[in-house]
């Protein structure tokens, strides 16, 4: 098959004028060159729902792709992510996935990264034009949200400056249910903007685990919650790591033995353990090529892009619906600064205190440094001793006045926390 032949289909988006593109787009052969040759883009995962992005990127005319993931293959992987084969298992999904990738379709790079999202620092994923997520966590979506958002810079009027904006297009299945949303940092909601989207996780009595277990989940839940620590004290869990999960599972399989209760199995903890729902292939392949054409859309232009959350239900029939978020104007990831209220004479020291206390900021905060501009105002580590001083100082002193951006950091953070410093005489917040 020729070049043209190949990519027809794709041309008929990339080479014609429409009346539903997006602004400044201008269509000719360029716009698949600029696809192959220019643009970057990051795949995190490549599990059930990464293995249908990487081949939709792939097929799509994306030609340098990244893709990042800290697991191996399992046998339970098989069944879903094609990518996979039985000689596979035990070896790195990314490394796999990107191999497979690059041996089906011509002229792609694929570069794999085994790791932890973590493990990566920010100049990493700021090489990226768009970053894609096929996450099944909500931890790792946050991160990758504070990520992107530690990019957005803002003029003196709190509006953000499109240029750094770093586009992120998320997808998540749950079973017969799916979503695809377009993040655009200071422009749509954040992922931390809505996270009411998501339910709580299932969390069972501990006096129902511990007294009256009635199902498999129970018992692999008093293993994990209770048994772990009352044998293994001071000994942190790991679900990732595979002799904890088999210990979990050889003690959750004796206690539904000695009740009379069937089920426990290996992949069965895992999923409990993890969290994990239950993954359908054919919910998998809808809202990975929802997501690729999000990706494509943003890059090119061709059409105008979603706004700015696809829902997928196919559980009776086929159902699709899309909502238009709003960003949260005081969202402590995306916004220009976090409201926080201040008494000018408080010391750096009871600012910090009050952070840490906070309901809203203080989560992910235990040892935070603080910083204003390219300044200094304490930091742990090698310069907690210059800076030592300044936590006795008033933080009236140490900026400029009312509404001074301050940008917080904490190793509990993926990326510096931007709060607006708003003066006040009481001492309530």
Known sequence: MDEDERWRDLDMLLMRPGNITGPGFDP????????????????????????????????SGFGQIDVIDMD??????????FLFRMKDVGKPKAEVAAERVMARVAGVAVTPHFCRIEDKPLDFYEQFHVIILGLDSLEARRFMNQVACSFLEFDAEGKPDLASVKPVVDGGTEGFKGHARVILPGVTPCFDCTLWLFPPQTKFPLCTLAETPRSPAHCIEYAHLIQWYAERPGEAFD????????????????????????GVTWQLTGGVVKNIIPAIASTNAIIAAACTLEALKLVTMCSSGLNNYLMYVGTEGVYTHTVAYERDAACPMCSAGVPFRVRPSDTLQQVLDALVADKALGAKLSAPS?????????????????????????IGELVDGDGSVVQVNDRGLAAPLRVKLCFVDSMER
Request: glycine letters at 8%.
């Open 28 to 59: 000719g052969p360029e716009c698949r060159e600029c696809l192959r040759d220019q643009v970057h883009v990051l795949c995190v995962g490549a599990g059930g729902l990464g293995c249908e992005l990487l081949k939709d990127l792939a097929l």
């Open 72 to 81: 191996t293959i399992d046998v339970s992987n098989l069944n879903r992510q």
């Open 239 to 262: 679900a990732d790591t595979e002799e904890h999960l088999r210990w979990v599972f050889e003690k959750a399989a004796a206690r539904a033995a000695h009740y009379g209760i069937q």
């Open 370 to 394: 603080v910083s204003y501009g390219a300044e200094n105002l304490y930091m742990r580590g090698p310069l907690e001793e210059a800076t030592r001083s300044n936590l006795a100082r008033a």
